[in-house]
């Protein structure tokens, strides 16, 4: 059963340090999406890739987030430096093409004390 | 721009009680709607997929509508089971990107 896979599952650091995210999508999807979820806010598009190339980063902030996909088996995320406000679970999905249904990996929680 | 609300955000019902779940979004202009459903310290899984041109999806005990012109879709589950406690989500897609719903967290209570 293919499904998306998200490494750490997760994370501790403190504040200053980098943190990187690995999203390995489903073999054949060409759209892959990177969200936050808090209690507060909810599900919040960071970031989404089209066959690899960037679509839609305006969520992110530029400042300290990068969002990368080196080749189609590979998405990352990555902050830095990390701040105690990016605490989240960080989830990565990935669709067969333009609005398919999303599968979403199991997420990544990030603690930054 | 796009909203999208869900209410409510919270419901318990006793075992086999039929539910209907409600999701509200502002533009009407929505290639397509799904549902999803979140358990704890989990993902999420996708249940339906609503197209715009679509009116509703089944699967099983559930069965989604979606009225475009008044920015509504409802999630209905048959026969609720304690299995089905979970929060459903809604998300919208505008184009390409899902805009999500805050979740209604459901209990069903043996």
């Known amino acids: ?113 | 721009k796009q909203e999208v609300t869900q209410i409510p955000a919270a419901l318990s019902v006793p075992e086999g009680e039929n539910l209907v779940l409600n999701c509200s979004f502002t533009d009407s202009a929505i290639y397509n709607l799904q549902w999803f459903r979140q358990d704890p310290g989990k993902g999420l899984t996708s249940l339906l997929l609503i197209q715009s041109s679509q009116r509703e999806q089944t699967s099983g005990r559930l069965n989604a509508s979606l009225d475009k012109s008044s920015g509504r879709s409802t999630l209905y589950i048959a026969a609720s089971q304690p299995g089905d406690s979970a929060t459903y989500l809604c998300a919208v897609t505008p184009g390409g990107k899902l805009i999500f719903g805050q979740g209604t967290e459901l209990s069903v209570k043996p």
């Open chain 1, 1 to 113: 059963d293919a499904r998306v896979t998200q490494t750490p599952r997760d994370k501790v650091t403190e504040m200053g340090q980098e943190v990187t995210m690995r999203c390995q999508p489903i073999l054949g999807h060409n759209t892959v999406f990177w969200y936050r979820q808090t209690m507060m806010q909810g599900l919040e598009l960071l970031a989404y890739f089209r066959n690899r190339a960037p679509l839609d980063d305006s969520g992110m902030p530029k400042d300290r987030f990068s969002a990368e996909m080196p080749d189609a088996t590979l998405a990352t995320l990555k902050i830095q430096p990390s701040e105690p406000r990016d605490s989240a679970v960080y989830f990565c999905a990935s669709g067969l093409r333009t609005n398919s249904p999303l599968h979403f990996g199991n997420g990544t929680r990030l603690t930054v004390t």
